[in-house]
Structure formats: structure tokens, C-alpha cells
């Protein structure tokens, strides 16, 4: 088998899986206690958002990835997820770890509320049966649920070199199947690698904390106890149930006579250790006997406590290649498997960190030498196959090694001396800044420009499916009910007209509009190529007594532009409109407007952002140099290089020295308290401008202007670069220097100084896809 | 006065006028009889169109340009709308006289209709009272009406060099009825100058022609005769009327006691040579009290029967130079000015080729001394402000000189020798058929793309505004009854998103989309730049055996592609990705698509045109040699250089001689009577390719594809690039292999074989200006 596969698949074939996580994770309030509060609106209806919704509690957040490739994928999603939530949920914090925080009692557990639809009211009534039948506190226990399949070509090379006496579609059956069974049979191992449960808060279920025999501060745990969740905390049917993984007529038929014999309500309610899952869920059995399965769910992972996203990218890849050992392992015809290796999976669970004996084909094995043989049956497929996950398979021998290197005992080691609380606490803290840090961004989409990434966060807020189809263009799809919208670089939309663009690419025309709809433009002329010198000078003329601005016709980020704030010589305007002419052939000569430049968002009828840029400066505080104020203002987690953040990091170039010579000062220089000490002349944010929120402070006359000029270009986005010398429009001159199709957004989202505004967000209502409440 | 004018404006400044001129011309059939079909319907309604309608008859086509800048600018236009309207009457011509053609009795003269709305009732029932008042064989003599105000910067200067002892509104109305004045006094020079109805035809008035000494085959005329529409055919009111131009409002008193008098019904029955207007002319005489005179109107000038446009472009200079002599000019205070200027238009008129006598100041002087004292005049002027107008005045010197040169007297002649109808039919088939041979462009706006040149024609047909912001990009803005749009380049507009444009600008997104549509593209891959030798290789090795096209991901015009028909080697695929890779950083390799390619143009939902394009080639006739076989096919007035024209000429040059080579041709081959010879590979219109109009040939299964495939890109206009196989679509394969978001439109237009097809119309309609027909 390993060898069809090594000769018809390339490694990056065999290690694309669809591998989908589901990650619960409590929210509590600062001391740790079960929060009380909803759900945030923002991610809208819990059965409708396909990513963050609720599980069991209204307090248990459940992330949920979309099918993704491999394992890095869905690590990255994972963490975004985690990052998007977390700063929703104000001054709380996701609880890093299986077992529960701090919990009231049942009856205060808030089990998540649903809107009064149909389906509403089933999840509801489900959450009340569960709540009934098995308490509300087994059911805030989290965890991780793992959903895969195989690269379809697997299967499919497989059957080929198969004797090809079934149909394609029972071989592949039949293939899931082994793999169910095999986990089954080997789960206690990811059970011992990833479990990360060994103690639980004394205000979890009182039966189980009485049985434990220590006590640690605020928690109890047993000798050797590894993974409460899959041991005595965790949830199970009352009574062992064994299906017929055979074949999957005889696996339907087993499922149906649970539900016949009422051992279970409904086949939903197997908590096996693998699920078998068929295309549609709905109507599980049905949809396994006419379409096969689909793919499988396992269910024994816990959450991870020393990685914000609840599991490890190195395990996730081990996971990767485990599947395929699951895939490749001859099973043995040993009748019992199901029941001894429950009792396996509770001898890791409860005894894991002691040297116990396992039953392996009915006989007892040492738990380190059965754990070492299968690692080295994958370390075996890992090199024949040329997977490259030596690493990880490594990472996972270590914790076979040493007991003391799993989640488990490190996170028991810590509560021993910290307290329960305290630690995650700790824990969910620094994930909690890091997600803070890195607010601009989403894992996975750094070749994306930041304000694509933006419209991506926000779409998976609202449970929006993302594709991107042209990275290098940042070319992305929505859909949402069938609701589809194309995105490129996060402004250029629907709805938007071409035409409208064209108005605003070609100055001259913008300023035409705008003057034919009565908005105030510098007052110029246009000059084209073929116009004579006579001719040019005869016009530069009129220019020669003002401050005057010569710039081309359609080009944009200031190329080709030249300002003269002060009158200029005939020679200096001439050579201004060389340089111009090397962008268009047709260029424009404008009076240059007086006051402070402001760049207006507007999104549809509305203004939604305001940023004024300043040039890179520092403020002195009477005690530090320029050069250590710089310093520090740069640890600003939002500066960083080359547009990969929304602000740059100053450097200290010889540009800014020579500007600093020309007031006499020097990088050493001592500014005093309160003294702006201005490094440059530009104010780009590409060279240490900083932006900064006006949004609150320009008077309603100009943000009508704003959308008027939009407007009139009928432009729906936009950017508009106005000049105003009163903000508070007591004067209410203004001049509009551009209209620009495709303004940045994420400048808005993280702006140096005042409040961030949301244009993302904007967009997306822009574009109709609405926060889906119900 | 002239001193004022040269020290404070340009030569351009002076000459910038604003001037409309409205042309009559009447409809006639093959032989020469007044057309009794209706006015075409593609005109919308004639209170609508305000550039094509009609005038009293419904015969009467009168065009009517915008007021424009100069000479030029109204000479062609005049000759567009000529040409325009020429081709859409089928076989009917343009009568090119004013006296008119074949009448029949006055009651079979058709009156124009108009829609049933009290404005169209108004004008037909004043039409009716014309017939009555005057008859109807008058009211059909046809003429040019010369509309004119001077460049505001003139007055204005004049105006702060006078005493400025009244209001610039009141300074500003005396320099125009000094000109109204001074064109009285002088209009009979314009009417030697320019008169050109020296000859009536048989079937006019009765009346008249008793009168007529002389009889020339089928019409009269009368010795020295020269402008019978200025003299005793023309219009005039009942009694001679003298309105009182001292000032505006003696003025407007004498029009109202006119009227009080009941000498004329209306301030718009009085048939001055010289009309005053005002800004709100259906309240005229309010308007010129309060807001002034806006403009004047000169009723004097006849239609030349030698140029299409109904006036040479030389004597509308001659006027831009006439109007400032008459404002520069002094008058003299001789008080019966008005009295022996009306007996000198009737001496002209009647007998201006004689060498007569006419009344200055109540003194006779010799016609042509006096001429030739104005024109000196205007040659100073000429010469002083340093107009350029030379030529011109040159030009009607001598006429002074010489009465034979004259338009009237060269008509004469030619009418003395074939008749009245046949020289006339004979100048008028001569301008029908340069209207056809031009039907492709427009005359003053070749500096634009052919495609936006149909754009504005169409414009014109529907009586749109046009207004060119930016001719460098084919920018334009078109405005109906408020309605405004603006178009780039014939097929950008505000009826495309742009993120339509963008999805079919990048191949790789658009063959996606299309897929997710389930429509047929050529199957391939995509490389991006950052992809290694080996992984290229491993790409272009499945295409190794087939026939395969390599092209950049967002090009036009086939840059950067490369097709292979025949299988390739690893070595020229590998060459063909590094062309492709100059043009963007992802290309696509794909299967090449069986078939020929058609390009659909889809505009909303129908598809409008579709072309195939054949490589530049000959038919043989079996006398002819392929050198021979181009030089015909090259006198196609279609087919030029430079993209100035729907098709280009074919070049006989090395690479047709190689291609004929390959063949064992060469360029003197004698093809056998319908042999095809193709002269070389390629199928670009722009080497001299044809096209070929298939729009009903395809079947309807195909086009339904097109529209589909517009439409999953979101597009509105669109090209659609199809490789079909069958096109009676009995085989279904096809594939789209391009969607071009800025088709070109005349080559459908225009098609070397097959029909012209009207994509400018479609534009137009969707873009919602439909024809007003009422």
C-alpha cells in the first residue's frame, strides 16, 4: 500500500488532507468565573455563523475552521479565530484549558440562547435534555474536535492498485472504516501526547472532585492523572456502547438498533471516540448507506493550555502523518478491540504519567514500548514517503520519553504551585495581548495587503465564506447564502461603476465633475504634451506670484507631484512640469490650497473615517534624546517594515539628520517636555508618518462636502483628499485635491492617535451582507 | 475701440465666438420631387432632437448645431449632421438649394406633425397660419440661420476702457444692437457674397415665376438675379417694418406696438434680417428687458448649393472677421438707414450681378466700390489684431471683382446648361455618396477613437448633448433632460461595476468565474513567477502533446502570448512562459481550443454583433495578379492607416512575400477565378485582416452562452472571445477563452463583409437614452 502511494503522489499530495478543528473555549471574567454575558452580536446568529458560534453554554465559545489543506492552514485559522473573538468580549478572557474555570451551579450555567425559529428552538430544547440527563457542568468541559479526510487521490490510487472486486465507493468506505478502527485502537496514544486536563477546579462536579485524592490550592487531582476530559470528567453514554465498524450496512444497523433499544435518542447523541461522518449530517444514516462516508471526527483532543489556539501547529502535523499510519496499519483479527481499548483510554486518562500496562491484542503491553513501536512504524511511512515531519514525530517521542514533558504535567506542575485559577489565567492573559498585538493582521494572509486582510476578518465575523482567488491581485470571493461579491484590493467592488473610477483616475476629469456639481477645487490649468514653450510659459505665468502645485493627470501615491509652498522661478515651475510629464502627457497646474490636508472615507452615503498625517516626530518628555524617543515610539507593536503593518518604524536616516541640521539639532538633542521635534518634511506613513483619527472632530459641513464629491463622481468608496483650513468650519473654505477609487483602509482600522474606525465593516454593509441576527 | 480688443486678447481669444448655425435643406426623391414620406423615426421627436428636426414641411430637415467656438468647429459639425441624416432616408437626397425642388400644389405640401401635446399641437397650428397667411410654396424655401455673440472678454475690456457712464448690462446691449444696426446697413455684401438662388424652379409660385423674363429647360430667373430668397421669393412680413434699435427698450417698445397693431401675431413673426435674442426666447421680450440680449441672429444667407454642408467653411471665417467689423465700425446718423438697407438687399438680391447702384447715407454709390471700401476695411482689421484671416477675405474680394464667380452665378450657369433638378440631384447624389464613403467618422472629432466617434454620433441622432472633457482619453459626457453619463472610450461606463472590469482584466479570475458557471474554458494551469525550473517543467510536460496557448494573466491585444498548434518542444514552451512572464508575474498554459474564434459583443442581455476576423487575403478573378488584387481591394474607403479607418489597407511587404513564399507565390500571381490567397498568418484587422459580420449566422444556443458569460462576470458591455467548432451548433463544443471589458465597436460597425451592426445604438439604450418620440 505504502509503496502505490509513494510512487503515484508527491508529498505535498499526500500531506493535502481536508482537515477541519472545532475548538470550545469558555469565557470568563477576570477572576476566572464562568461569564454571564451574551454572546457578542457582532459574530450574529449562533446557527448561522459558520466559524464562532456557541456550544453548549451561552459562556462556551465554539471556533470552527472552514475544510482547510494542511496543518498550518488550520492553525493559522484557528488562531485567527481566537484573535477575532477575543477582542470582542470586552474586558473577559477565553479560558485555555479543557476543564472548566471557576462554575456556578448548574442551575447558573447559561445555556445558549437561540433565536425563536424552528431550529432555534431544537437547539435549545437539546441543550435542556443534555443539561438533564448528564449536568450542566460536564457539559462546559472543551475540547478540540479533529474532522479530516484523505487527499481523494489516495483513495483513489489505492483502489486502482486494489483488486477492484468491490465498487469504488465501498473500498473507500471501507478505507475510513479501517482508519475509524485503527483509531480507536491507537487513540489512547494521542490521548497520552495531546491531553492536557490533569486537574480540575473545586467547583466542578462534587462527585468527581470527592473521589480526587490531592489537593492543590484552589483544585484536586488523582496520582498520575493525565486527561480528565477522556477519563471520569469526560463525557460518555451512560453505558459502553460498541458499534459495528464492519462494513457500513452493518454500522448503520448498529447505530439504529442504539436508537431502537433507547440507549441513545438520536445517533447524534454517540459520544464515540471517532465519529463517522456522512455528507449530510442532518440525516446521518440515510445519507452513510446511499453517499458513503464523508469524513471522519476525532474526538479525543484536549485543549492545549500553552498554545492560544488550543492545539499546536507541530501536533496538528503529527496528525497529519498519524492519519496516514491509522490508513496504512494492518489490524489483527483480535475480537474485543473496542473494549480493551476503552479501558486503555481510561488507564491513560486517569494513571497516564505512571509507567501502566496497556492491552494490546488482549495482552498487557508497557505503555512506553507499545508508544515507541508506533512511533517508529511513522517514522518509517515519514521517511518512505519523504514526508519531512521528522520533527515532529520527534517532538512526540520526547513526551514518550520523559512523562514530564506532556501538556499535562507541565500544566499540572504549574497549578501545583500557582493555583488553577492563576495559571490560566496568566496564560489566557498573554494570549489575550499577543491577539492585541497583532490586531491588524490574520495568520495565514500576510501576503495579502493589510487592508484586504481587514475585509477578511470582518467577513469571517459575520460568518462570511472567504476565497481568495488571486493572492498576487488580492482577489478575493464572498459568499453567504448564496449571496456572491468579487473584492479586489478591498475596496474595488460591486459597487462601484467602472466609469466612476475613471472619473477619479483622470484628475482632470474629477476636477470637472466636481466643478459642474458646485465643489470647490484648486483653481488650475491642464497642459498637455504637444503644447508649445511659449505657450507653457505663458501659463506657468499666472503661477509665478502663489504657492502652486504641478502635478499629472493620472497618477496616484504623489508620483510625478511637485509643490511649490512658496513662489517659484520660471526655471523651477519648467522643470516641475518635466517631471510631471514623464507620468501622462496631460498635466495640471494648480493654485496650491491653503490648510491641513484630510483624507474622508466615504462608504456609500456616509463618512466613516477621517486621518490627518503627520510627519514622523517624537515628543520629548525633558529627559530622553531624540534617539531614544524614537527608539521607544518604534516598540509600538503597530510599526513595523516594509507595509506589513499599518505604521512604519522611524529611522534615524540621513534624510532626518539633515532635517534635523536645518534646525540646528541632532539625533542627541534633549527635546523638552511637550517639545514636537518633526524628523522629516513628508508626512508618508511610509517613512514614520503617523495618522491620526479626526473622524469626531471635523464639522458635519465638511462630511457632507465629502460625500457630496463622492458622489458626484458616483463613487460609492472613496477616498477623498480634502483641504481645510478651520476644521471647525467657522470658515468654511475647503478646496478637494483628489478623489482616490481604491484608499487604503487599515490606516483607519489602526491609526496612530484617536479612535480606530471600522471601514471594513462598512464595506461589508456597503456590499449587503448584513450581520445575520437570526 | 480696435486698440482695446488687440492690447487685451489673443488672436484665439478674439476668434472664439459663440456661433450656431441653423441649416435647412429638403427631402427630396430620386428625381428630384419633394419628398412626401415621413421624418425618420430614429430622430425621436422633432420638439426633442435639438440638433436634427424639421422645419415648416415635414420634408424640411433642419439641422442645427450647438453654439460653438469657431469656424471650424460649425463646419463640421453642420457636415455631420449632414451626413448623418443623409444616410438615414434611404434613397432620398438632400435638396442643396433654397429655392426648393419639384413642389407639388400647396396642399400636397406636407405640413410637419408633431405629438399630440400642447406644445406640438402649438407648432403645428402655427405652421398652419404660415401656410394660410403666406402659402406654402414660401414657407419650404430653405436658408441658413447664423446665431453669434461675441467672446464676453471683448465687451468686458470694452467696457472698462469706455466712460463706463451706464451699467455693463446696458454698455453691453448697445455694442449688440450696434452690430444688429451695422448688419443692416451692411448685410447686403452678405448677400452678393453668399447668395446662391439665382434660379427658380417651374413649380414654384405661380405668381412669381409669370414674372420671371427668362426660361432655362425647367426653371426661370430674371437678368442679374441672384438671390431670389432674399429678393421677391423670400419671406417677408406684409408691410415693411422698421423696430427701433437706438436701445432695448425702444426696442422692445416698437416690437410690442407690432404687435398691439396687429401688424404681425407674435414678437416671432417679425422677419427681420437681423434678429435680436434673448437668454428665455419663448418670452422674448421680457427676457431682453430684464436679462438683456443674449445673442443675434443673420437670416440672410442662402445655402450654397456647393458644399454639402449648405455654407463653405472659408465664408464662415469671413464672418467671425465680419461680425467685429461690424462692432467696429461708426455709424453715421443718417436717420433713414433702415428704409434704404431694405431697398438694398432687394437691389442686390434681384440684380447683383449687375454692376448697380446702391443708397449710402441717402447717396447712390457703385456696388462694387463700396464693397471694396468694406472689405478694406476688414482687412485692416484682419491685419491689426492679426487674425490670419487673409484667405478668406482674399477670397470674397474676388467675387467683388469678378459677379461670375459668384455661388449664384455659377449655379446659374450650370442650371442654363442641365437643368435645375439635374444639377442639383447631380450635387446632391455627389454629397450623399462622400457621406457614405465617410460614414465611419465624424468631421472635427477624428482625433478621437473610431468606436467613441459612433458613440457620439449616435449622440447625435438622439439629440443627446455631448461635451468632450478629455479627448487624449476619449473621455466624454453626455446629457439629456438632466440625465447625464459619462463614457471612456466608447464602452466604459457607468453601466459596468468595477470589479466587472476587473474580474475579465485578469484571466485567471475570469476563468474561475466562469467556471463556477459552468461554462466551457480551455483547460490549463497557472504559473506564478516565484515557481521553480523543475516545478515549470513538471507543469508544461501534460501539455507537452497537445496543441497549447501560454499567455500572461492580464494582458491585452495578445501581448505576451504565444500559441502553439502543433505540438511543442519542452525548449519553446519554456522560451513562450518567459515572454509571457514580461507582461504580469502569474501566466496561464492552456489547451488550445478547436474552432474559430468569434468575438460577441453582449451589451445587457442580447448579444448585438458578432465578427470572425480572416488573415489579410485576395480572391482571384483569373485576369488579375495578387499585386493587382490588393490595389482594388485597398480603394475600399473603409480600409487606410493608422487605425483612422474600420479596416487598413494591405501592405505588400517582406512578410507577405515570405508567407507567399512558403506557398511557392508571389505578389504577381494570377489567382484562378475564386481563389482564396492568404498574404499572411496572422488575422489582426490592423495587417490589412478582414472581418467578417456572422450575427446571424450563429446559433442561438451559442449567443445565449455569451450573454451567460457576461453576466457571471457581472458584465453589462462585454466582448466575448468564443472557439467554436460547428456554429450551426449541431456540435456543441465550444470554449471562451477571453471577456474583454473595452471592446472596440466600429469594426462591427463597419465589417468589410456582412452587415454593419448598430452596437453604438445598443450602448445607448442601455445606458437608457431612448429615442424621445414624444
Redesign the interface.
Given at each position: 500500500m505504502i509503496n502505490t502511494i509513494k510512487i503515484n503522489l508527491t508529498t505535498e499530495e499526500i500531506l493535502t488532507q481536508h482537515i477541519g478543528v472545532e475548538r470550545e473555549g469558555l469565557r470568563c471574567d477576570v477572576e476566572g468565573n464562568l461569564a454571564t454575558t451574551k454572546h457578542p452580536d457582532v459574530f450574529g446568529g449562533k446557527l448561522l455563523n459558520p466559524y464562532i458560534t456557541t456550544d453548549f453554554s451561552e459562556s462556551q465559545l465554539e471556533f470552527i475552521t472552514p475544510a482547510l489543506k494542511n496543518a498550518t492552514q488550520v492553525y493559522d485559522f484557528l488562531e485567527n479565530l481566537y484573535n477575532i473573538a477575543v477582542l470582542e468580549i470586552g474586558d473577559e478572557y477565553i479560558w485555555p484549558q479543557s476543564m472548566p474555570c471557576t462554575l456556578p451551579d448548574d442551575a447558573q450555567i447559561p445555556i445558549a440562547t437561540f433565536c425563536h425559529t424552528e431550529k432555534g428552538a431544537q437547539a435549545y430544547c437539546y441543550r435542556m435534555h443534555l443539561l438533564q440527563k448528564y449536568g450542566g457542568k460536564k457539559q462546559v468541559v472543551s475540547g478540540i474536535h479533529y474532522n479530516f479526510s484523505f487527499n481523494e487521490k489516495i483513495i483513489d490510487e489505492l483502489y486502482k492498485a486494489s483488486s477492484k472486486d468491490t465498487e469504488y465507493k465501498e473500498f473507500r468506505n471501507d478505507c475510513y472504516l479501517k482508519v475509524a478502527r485503527n483509531y480507536l485502537r491507537y487513540r489512547w496514544l494521542i490521548i497520552y501526547l495531546l491531553g492536557g486536563s490533569s486537574v480540575v477546579h473545586k467547583t466542578y462536579e462534587k462527585e468527581v472532585i470527592d473521589r480526587l485524592e490531592n489537593e492543590y490550592i484552589d483544585s484536586c487531582s488523582s496520582k498520575g492523572a493525565l486527561s480528565y476530559r477522556n477519563g471520569e470528567c469526560g463525557y460518555a453514554n451512560k453505558n459502553d456502547l460498541y458499534p459495528d465498524y464492519t462494513n457500513i450496512t452493518a454500522y448503520v444497523e448498529s447505530i439504529n438498533n442504539f436508537v431502537i433499544e433507547n440507549k441513545i435518542e438520536s445517533p447524534k447523541e454517540l459520544y464515540a471516540q471517532v465519529r463517522i461522518k456522512a455528507y449530510n449530517n442532518d440525516d446521518l444514516l440515510t445519507s452513510l448507506k446511499e453517499d458513503g462516508i464523508n469524513y471522519l471526527e476525532f474526538r479525543s483532543i484536549d485543549i492545549n493550555p500553552f498554545d492560544k489556539a488550543g492545539i499546536k501547529k507541530i501536533d496538528l502535523e503529527f496528525l497529519s502523518i498519524f492519519n496516514i499510519f491509522l490508513l496504512l496499519k494492518e489490524e489483527s483479527n483480535y475480537k474485543n478491540f473496542q473494549k480493551d481499548s476503552n479501558k486503555n483510554q481510561f488507564t491513560i486518562a486517569q494513571h497516564g504519567f505512571l509507567d501502566t500496562f496497556l492491552l494490546m491484542d488482549g495482552k498487557e503491553v508497557k505503555k512506553s514500548d507499545w508508544a515507541k513501536e508506533i512511533l517508529l512504524e511513522i517514522k518509517n511511512i515519514n521517511e518512505t514517503l519523504n514526508l519531512e515531519l521528522n520533527d515532529s514525530i520527534e517532538y512526540q517521542l520526547k513526551k514518550i520519553e520523559d512523562p514530564k514533558k506532556t501538556y499535562a504535567h507541565k500544566i499540572f506542575s504549574k497549578v501545583r504551585e500557582n493555583g488553577y485559577i492563576n495559571t490560566h489565567l496568566e496564560l489566557a492573559k498573554a494570549y489575550k495581548q499577543d491577539a492585541y498585538n497583532n490586531r491588524y493582521l490574520l495568520k495565514g494572509f500576510e501576503n495579502l495587503e493589510l487592508s484586504t486582510q481587514q475585509i477578511i476578518k470582518e467577513s469571517i465575523k459575520r460568518g462570511i465564506n472567504i476565497n481568495v482567488?488571486?493572492p498576487?491581485?488580492n482577489?478575493i470571493r464572498l459568499e453567504q447564502n448564496g449571496h456572491i461579491?468579487?473584492?479586489?484590493q478591498a475596496t474595488?467592488?460591486?459597487?462601484?461603476?467602472?466609469?466612476?473610477?475613471?472619473?477619479m483616475e483622470?484628475k482632470?476629469?474629477t476636477k470637472?465633475?466636481l466643478s459642474d456639481n458646485n465643489i470647490n477645487v484648486p483653481k488650475g490649468d491642464e497642459i498637455?504634451a504637444v503644447v508649445d514653450i511659449a505657450n507653457k510659459k505663458s501659463i506657468l505665468n499666472k503661477y509665478q506670484e502663489r504657492a502652486v502645485v504641478i502635478k499629472p493627470?493620472s497618477t496616484n501615491f504623489g508620483l510625478g507631484i511637485s509643490i511649490f509652498k512658496e513662489p517659484a522661478s520660471m526655471e523651477d515651475l519648467l522643470g516641475a512640469t518635466e517631471i510631471a510629464f514623464k507620468y501622462d502627457?496631460?498635466i495640471l497646474v494648480e493654485e496650491f490650497a491653503k490648510g491641513n490636508e484630510y483624507r474622508f472615507i466615504v462608504i456609500g452615503d456616509k463618512v466613516i473615517g477621517i486621518l490627518n498625517r503627520v510627519p514622523a516626530n517624537v515628543i520629548g518628555n525633558g529627559n530622553l534624546s531624540i534617539r531614544e524617543l524614537v527608539e521607544i515610539k518604534n516598540q509600538d507593536p503597530l510599526r513595523g517594515k516594509g507595509y506589513k503593518t499599518p505604521l512604519e518604524k522611524i529611522y534615524l536616516d540621513e534624510n532626518s539628520a539633515l532635517f534635523l541640521k536645518q534646525q540646528s539639532l541632532n539625533f542627541d538633542y534633549i527635546p523638552k517636555l511637550n517639545e514636537i521635534v518633526y524628523l522629516r518634511e513628508n508626512s508618508n506613513i511610509s517613512t514614520g508618518g503617523d495618522s491620526i483619527d479626526y473622524t469626531d472632530d471635523i464639522a458635519p459641513y465638511f462630511k457632507e462636502i465629502a460625500v457630496r464629491a463622492a458622489h458626484s463622481a458616483?463613487a460609492n468608496i472613496c477616498g477623498v483628499d480634502m483641504m481645510i483650513e478651520d476644521i471647525t468650519a467657522h470658515n468654511k473654505n475647503y478646496s478637494i485635491i483628489e478623489l482616490n477609487?481604491n484608499p487604503a483602509i487599515h490606516i483607519h482600522h489602526y491609526p496612530y492617535k484617536g479612535k480606530g474606525r471600522n471601514i471594513a465593516s462598512a464595506v461589508l454593509d456597503l456590499l449587503e451582507y448584513k450581520i445575520q441576527s437570526c
Open positions: 482567488i488571486d498576487l491581485d482577489f461579491e468579487y473584492i479586489k474595488k467592488t460591486s459597487k462601484d461603476t467602472y466609469i466612476s473610477m475613471l472619473i483622470n482632470l476629469v470637472k465633475v498637455t493627470k502627457d496631460t458616483g477609487f
